[in-house]
């Protein structure tokens, strides 16, 4: 019944109707680990310096881990020669701490971005190591190809179960890991998208219709089913059949219409 009543309305209200009716019984995924970047105090590492300038180390832990170092090469003393065997249990942190101890700088991680400070220039002073891990957030905007906005769409960190849904203006706002790569976004009667993040902390998209997909979906009145799951006799009372009849509830309109009423 609701699913003729649904195909009989106009376009962008059936939408609605859809997008509210997930809206209601989504649910925001909570946040995982998966993926996320390290702390370099956790990081481990299995690496040999020998001898090895300030710049040459930076570029052997670039080499073997997923951080990247910002410095002034210029500030960088290069009669510093740093030396050490680190095996697993021993971390990136480790190898920087050391460094801080050797040299007087400091270092402070956020994400994947290492910086090294200059400020410090007395070697007995105790090093310096701070983290910083931060989530990135992404917000957009999802519409249909008509330019309508898309309420209810479900959107997904790939490889996680973080997650979220669009608001009733279709706009949406995620807690997303440093260093995710791809957004799933889905919806019913569309097709689902895979979205690289590429850097990005706005992405805008518009999914287009599947109507194979949405003509395999019933709509009943305590959630969805597949076509083929639907075992029962559902009744079906048209509009232009109830509009004229003046009721003002919905089970006087559908009396004598719909077996059983």
Known sequence: MLK?????????????????????????????????????????????????????TFQIIESATDYHFAYD??????????????????????????IA????????????????????KDKESSPSLEVIIEDVIITGKVTSEEGEALPGVNIIVKGTNIGTVTDIDGNYSLKSPEGSTTLIFSFIGYASQEV???????????????????????????????????????????????????ATRVDQALLGKAAGV
Do not use: W
């Open 196 to 246: 690289p993040v590429n850097g990005r902390s706005v992405i805008n998209i518009m999914l287009t219709s599947d109507i194979a997909q949405l003509s395999e979906i019933v709509v009943v009145g305590y959630g969805e089913m597949e076509r083929k799951d639907v075992t029962g006799s559902i009744s079906s009372v048209g509009s232009d059949e109830i509009k004229d009849l003046g």
């Open 4 to 56: 003729r009543f649904l195909h009989q309305t106009p376009c962008v209200f059936r939408r609605l109707l859809y997008g509210l009716f997930l809206q209601f019984f989504a649910f925001t995924f909570s946040f995982a680990s998966v993926q996320e970047t390290k702390s370099v105090r956790d990081y481990p590492l299995n690496i040999e310096f020998n001898k090895n300038t300030l710049v040459e």
């Open 101 to 120: 101890k050797e040299t007087g700088l400091s270092f402070k991680q956020i994400n994947k971005n290492i910086t090294v400070i200059n400020a410090n």
């Open 73 to 98: 090469r210029g500030k960088l003393d290069p009669n510093v020669k740093f030396s050490g065997k680190y095996k697993i249990p021993r971390t990136v942190g480790d190898v920087l701490l050391d």
